[in-house]
């Protein structure tokens, strides 16, 4: 079964951090690269960062220099460490295989219920 579990989110003030989790169905996260992506009000669901399974890391051009993405293959869980956050990344955070997100798109893809990342002060 298809499993995405996020959880890890919070409110924090700006420049302020955060480490979120994703636990992942081992179909999923063992033969896939994985991403985070994230929604805030008003706007489109966004992809934010990637890691393959060789460690191979990718990032918006948004988020470069203050996130870090990892991922533990012992427990099928992918991180998203954030730091310097800004009230701009106010969004609720998902976790996905951005190969099936692409292939299906993202309205049919099955999404996990994320978690609110609040920033402000």
């Known amino acids: 079964q298809v499993q995405l579990v996020e959880s890890g989110g919070g409110l924090v003030q700006p420049g302020g951090s955060l480490r979120l989790s994703c636990a992942a169905s081992?179909?999923?996260?063992?033969?896939?690269?994985m991403g985070w992506y994230r929604q805030a009000p008003g706007k489109q669901r966004e992809w934010v960062a990637s890691?393959?399974?060789?460690?191979?890391?990718n990032y918006a051009d948004s988020v470069k220099g203050r996130f870090t993405i990892s991922r533990d293959n012992t427990k099928n869980t992918v991180y998203l460490g954030m730091t310097s956050l800004k009230p701009e990344d106010t969004a609720v955070y998902y976790c996905?295989?951005?190969?099936?997100?692409?292939?299906?798109?993202?309205?049919?893809?099955?999404w996990g219920q994320g978690t609110q990342v609040t920033v402000s002060s």
């Open positions: 996905n295989a951005p190969s099936i997100v692409n292939s299906v798109g993202p309205s049919r893809a099955y």
């Open positions: 081992r179909s999923i996260f063992s033969l896939n690269t």
């Open positions: 890691i393959t399974t060789a460690d191979t890391t």
